[in-house]
């Protein structure tokens, strides 16, 4: 390895550290405040003073969006088993119908550069005031530096719906809660519209089951709906259901209570794993990538 | 937003930044060495030098108080299930005497102001050498600016008794380790008198069922019980057992290993959930209160 | 307490907390950019630019050694449950044969201090290129400042051999799959020399229960070793298994499908535990230490 390569990765690291000494509270302040437009990880400070690093996406559509949280599927096997931090780990049990209540509470866990291979979600959850949302699907395990090539879905608000819901999922899940029988079949909460950065809708549709293609109308993001059984979906993404609600199929994260063997973070991604109808199993890519949820 | 507004949360955010310039090894040195009076979150470095952040006490009787773990019950209906850290993860095991250790090894999890989300317990809950204890029971979910107001009950020690027992939780529960089977019913590590910041004797009686009225005493903190079952609690907020010894209902952590369906971080606050007498379980505010312990 | 002391501790805090000044992404680098030579914690930085804390050891063999993750067995009765993050959580299943899949992905968890308490894995496991390890076996709950003295067996490669597999064991593994099916009995990734720092190959031989010994050859470091059920393990370590191959008596982490009560961290270090044979159980020493793996 040559002396000026050294060099040169030593500088390219000491400029990453310098942004320790950035203080904000997004990405959005990051580039008000700091000029800052590359993608990659920051320090960002919460209200109470609370310091940690997260990943940014300076670029898409104007830049400043927040990654605050990753649903990873560590077991399509698994029912509500140790991993699926949003639904529940304790199996599924109607009498837990919040499941480990993540979409609503202040717990945090996971890093940034692993937001790919196991669930993730940060303070900005729950503490930074937005308007829009960004959503990305990225295979697992992919490594941060690839994460936007390697992206089979790329989406973004654009109409600020969250001013109206207390500017985050945090406050929009404690007026629609992620809790099992709170709801009829078919209710559910805000379905946005979404602009795409990679894909349309077309390929939307393709990533999920065949079935489920004649329930949803692809082009929004949509927010806790209800299936049939009544458990309690968080993130309907890429799609609004409009007919039939086997959301289960189509959505993801979810309450503490499911029909029988479909608790957990993909809840019924893969239905024909006990050899029920492939005709409702999403597509291997969906199932196999982490879902990034981003704030601005 | 007005500018004005924005400004000032700026310099309000930088102010909380400075204070990853303080090197201490306490909240007490904080407020010492540098003047400190604001609860608030603060940086802390160990011997070793590991940096952490959390909440620090600075108001009641003189301030100083160190954030050091918080006991949360996620599932009341969960027997030493996932996210029972502070009993056992491995279900009612008598082959696991100890459950899962964490009142007594060097493990560490969650975050502060995750405390009243899920479990907590920092770097200081070992290594800080204290004298006296503070708890707070706050409600799950209250987020840490209203920690104090929300609390159901807050008290400390000041007879300085940690000093006794090697300046900690982890020396203590070395000496009376929170162990299935080490001791006869009855058998107890020591029992504090408390002072209360808010709250009293009578209602801290009122906290917990009718039943266990009759066998604890309030205004104490009472370490390392054991019950009719041998089985191990760790501490019992706000009371001594006096007779009768059904501990399981108003003490909190344990061991691996108790009497059928009382396994778990709330041992069996809940006992009436299985149809059985409502007379022994806690309240629903205690039931629903994360448990926060503080050394100073 | 006098004031001398007092203000030692302090100026002995501060050093260390200047350490969060250094820029480098090993061991190594601070070794020779800042000219450190103790052992103890320090500040590293991923090529993202992620900041974490870890043990250097900066003493053995010329120093330069970064702690990068820890395997600790917390319950030798779990079959595959919570806790046991090298093989799976997930129980004993063949549906899932990676497992947890932590040993090829960018998942961390744990503290440093904590490495002796529970498992640890931190960005230096998959991010940091390197030519040799080290491995150190030291008794659970051991604090970090007697880590070295306490171990019951210390050793190091000094052939570079990581620069032929990518320079990481996340690099390793990706070509050389802990994966349950993956390849025939007895098949096994490399086989790597060993220098002693404490102990020696026969104290390496009496650490395995007295069946073992005939199975493998002390002096060596083995990557992915294959059983005669198929299941894959990740780590023999001090040995090399030369005939027999019940390497699940040897042998630590693994993925997610075991014979019958081998799943596990430690898969069957404990056979007699169910009343099996004794000869073919690692002694206690070896099933209560946690085994430390560092990159220089």
Redesign the interface.
Known sequence: MSQNLTRT??E???K??N??RY???SCKEIQD?YHEHED??YFL???????Y?TFCDMTTAGGGWTLVASVHE??I??RC???DRWSS??GN?A??PDG??NW?????F?????A???DFKN?GYYEIRAEDMSVWHVP??F???HWNLAAILRYHTENHFLRLYGGNLFQMFSQYPVRYNVGSPGNRGPAIPIVYDHGDKESTKMLYGPNPRGEFEPGFITFRAINNERAAMAICSGVKPVRGYNTEHYCIGGGGYFYTDQCGDFPSFDWDRLGREQGWSASKEMTEAAVLLFYR
């Open positions: 990765n030593f390219q690291l000491e990453l550290s942004r320790s203080v904000a509270r405040r990659g990880l400070t919460t209200a109470n003073g609370m310091v690093q560590n077991s096997y698994g088993t140790v991993g780990q304790q049990n009498n837990l480990d209540g609503s509470n202040r717990n945090t996971g890093a940034a550069e692993g790919t291979s196991d303070p697992n395990n490594p941060l530096e």
